[in-house]
């Protein structure tokens, strides 16, 4: 059992080119989540997807571009990586909307922009 | 809008010893919460969640939390600390925005454990 996958585990880039992070999950999840990871702010949301074919913009979206053309795949992309996107970038799913449902989250992605 | 507070950044406790991680939240309606738990180089991992009910809530790796609709807080214990349990600890709270349910996280509290 997979589960949420997430790749690469580890990426450096340079400034200015894109990027993408994938993520993938096995359960047949209908929403699913991107996040970044910071010192001094947790964890905040970048973008979900309550469907394929549909996604909405969470707290920090600028820079940052999704798509979910299959329900089980949601990967992101920085068009052109800035310094300020270096972080940890985690991938999340739940299975109902329900503001009880537990997202489930993948093992990260660790991007270094130089 | 909702938000969480954590108001230790790091906290030290001996191995044995008792331990209870504070979380305060901001929501208008009925929250939910939850605390994960993450360990170095990993993704977060459910601890336990509420949503209703008992106010009492049991997790895993025998950590329980309380909620206290009066005090906005819901914090984290643990009778006796294993020194397995170093890691970092978010608590969040989720809200229903009319498409999905999204979480807010605090900004966590690391926890060392002391031989």
């Known amino acids: 059992d997979a589960g949420i996958t997430q790749s690469p585990r580890y990426k450096i880039t340079e400034t200015g080119r894109q990027v993408t992070l994938m993520c993938h999950q096995t359960?047949?999840?209908?929403?699913m989540f991107w996040y970044r990871q910071d010192l001094g702010h947790g964890l905040r949301l970048i973008y979900y997807?309550?469907?394929?074919?549909?996604?909405d913009k969470g707290e920090v979206p600028d820079g940052y571009v999704v798509s979910r053309s299959k329900t089980e795949n949601f990967p992101l992309t920085l068009e052109s990586a800035t310094r300020s996107q270096t972080s940890v970038y985690f991938c999340?799913?739940?299975?109902?909307?329900?503001?009880?449902?537990?997202?489930?989250f993948g093992p990260g992605t660790r991007l270094t922009v130089l | 809008a909702q938000s969480v507070t954590q108001p230790d950044i790091h906290i030290t406790v001996s191995e044995g010893a008792s331990l209870e991680l504070r979380c305060n939240y901001s929501?208008?309606?009925?929250?939910?919460l939850f605390w994960y738990v993450q360990s170095p180089g990993q993704g977060l991992q459910l601890l336990l969640k509420?949503?209703?009910?008992?106010?009492l809530v049991q997790g895993i790796k025998g950590f329980e939390a309380e909620f206290k609709r009066s005090q906005s807080s819901f914090n984290l214990r643990k009778p006796s600390v294993h020194w397995s349990d170093a890691a970092e600890y978010f608590c969040a709270v989720g809200a229903f925005t009319g498409t999905a349910s999204k979480l807010t996280f605090g900004t966590g509290t690391r926890l060392q454990v002391t031989l």
């Open positions: 999340a799913s739940s299975g109902t909307s329900g503001g009880e449902d537990t997202q489930y």
């Open positions: 509420y949503f209703s009910g008992d106010t």
């Open positions: 359960w047949s999840h209908s929403y």
């Open positions: 997807s309550a469907a394929a074919d549909i996604t």
């Open positions: 929501y208008g309606a009925t929250p939910y």
